[in-house]
């Protein structure tokens, strides 16, 4: 099973900086299928990003993922009212799927 | 619009079963897998497994097997996840997502609590 381990475990920025997330694999990951989501308190998660690099369909042009193999980021270049929230790393690149643990951004 | 809409809230007694639904609209339920994904209170994404709806085919987390059952009635474009032996860890929001890999249209969720 691939552990994906995200760092930091909270970041404290404030709207309009930049927030740089990431998401390290125990192992490498299938084919980089590696996905971002930000998931807002009591809601369902929303996909981002999609194979490490493509942003999803709605999804922002203020979110950049990037990375191969084991190690991958998320970018965030200003930071939005609603982007306050938590985000986790998915790899689907081999079974079983895994999340990470999840990155909380609040407002300083 | 494409949605999922899923069953609402339960509350079970250890040892008995539950089973979620998730209805799909604005696409045909064929097209994509469905996946279960579950949440504790506070806690992080647990990947629970994925149903085919075309082939009926399924994957499972190892830590659910023998456990769970993921299910599709086409004609209907209905997805369920039944968890048998409930026990107090298993209270959670379950989540279904639609997608082959990564998981671009979820449910609502459905809290399922565990309580005698």
């Known amino acids: 099973e691939i552990v994906l381990t995200q760092s930091p475990g909270t970041l404290s920025l404030s709207p309009g900086e930049r927030a740089t997330l990431s998401c390290r694999a125990s192992?490498?990951?299938?084919?980089?299928?590696l996905a971002w989501y930000r998931q807002k308190p009591g809601q369902a998660p929303r996909l981002l990003i999609y194979?490490?690099?493509n942003r999803a369909t709605g999804a922002p042009d203020r979110f950049t993922g990037s990375g191969s193999g084991a190690d991958f980021t998320l970018t965030i270049s200003r930071l939005e009212p609603e982007d306050f929230a938590v985000y986790y790393c998915?790899?689907?690149?081999?079974?079983?799927?895994?999340f990470g643990q999840g990155t909380r951004v609040d407002i300083k | 619009q494409v949605q999922l809409v899923q069953s609402g809230a339960e509350v079970k007694k250890p040892g008995a079963s539950v089973k979620v639904s998730c209805k799909a609209s604005?696409?045909?339920?064929?097209?994509?897998?469905i996946n279960w994904v579950r949440q504790a209170t506070g806690q992080g994404l647990e990947w629970m497994g994925w149903?085919?709806?075309?082939?009926?085919?399924?994957a499972y987390a190892q830590k659910f097997q023998g456990r769970v059952t993921m299910t599709t009635d086409t004609s209907i474009s209905t997805a369920y996840m039944e968890l048998s032996g409930l026990e107090y860890e298993d209270t959670a929001v379950y989540y279904c997502?639609?997608?082959?890999?990564?998981?671009?249209?979820w449910g609502q969720g459905t809290l399922v609590t565990v309580s005698s």
């Open positions: 997502g639609r997608g082959w890999g990564s998981y671009d249209v």
């Open positions: 604005g696409y045909t339920l064929t097209t994509y897998d």
């Open positions: 149903v085919n709806p075309d082939s009926g085919n399924t």
């Open positions: 192992q490498i990951v299938g084919s980089n299928f």
């Open positions: 194979a490490a690099s």
């Open positions: 998915h790899q689907y690149g081999s079974s079983p799927r895994t």
